[in-house]
């Protein structure tokens, strides 16, 4: 079922008119008709004004049943410490390593190993 016919049997559901639906939202009963006519596609801002309007959850719009429909069992996001290369493990020693090592290097070894590091990354 599209968007707009949702809407209408909602609404014609809870017996109000495009009017009502008018005077609670501040939406023209015009673009109420196009909404439910489907010649346009309301934005999320407007689908909540209709739902608060129609007196139901936004998740009503979208899906018939009573209650919400179930989540998916969806893998957990890393977060940016997981995806951090070298914040745990293997990576980590090698940093912390890489570390002692440059703190020692003399200023102009330091100097070449970054100017060379640079044109590396500008290839």
């Not at 209408?8 to 008018?22: A, P």
């Not at 489907?38 to 934005?43: C, L, R």
């Not at 179930?70 to 912390?96: C, M, Q, V, Y």
């Amino acid at each position: 079922m599209i968007i707009g016919e949702r809407l209408r049997t909602l609404r014609e559901v809870k017996k109000l008119s495009q009017g009502d639906i008018e005077k609670r939202t501040g939406l023209l009963r015009c673009y109420i008709s196009r909404v439910e006519n489907g010649h346009t596609v309301p934005a999320i801002e407007t689908l909540e004004k209709m739902a608060r309007a129609l007196e139901v959850p936004l998740y009503q719009l979208f899906y018939d049943g009573e209650e919400p429909p179930e989540l998916p069992n969806l893998p957990k996001r890393k977060t940016a410490d997981d995806i951090a290369w070298g914040h745990s493990g293997k990576e980590a020693r090698f940093l912390s390593r890489l570390r002692r090592l440059l703190s020692r290097i003399d200023e102009g070894d330091r100097r070449l190993l970054l100017y060379m590091a640079q044109k590396m990354a500008n290839r």
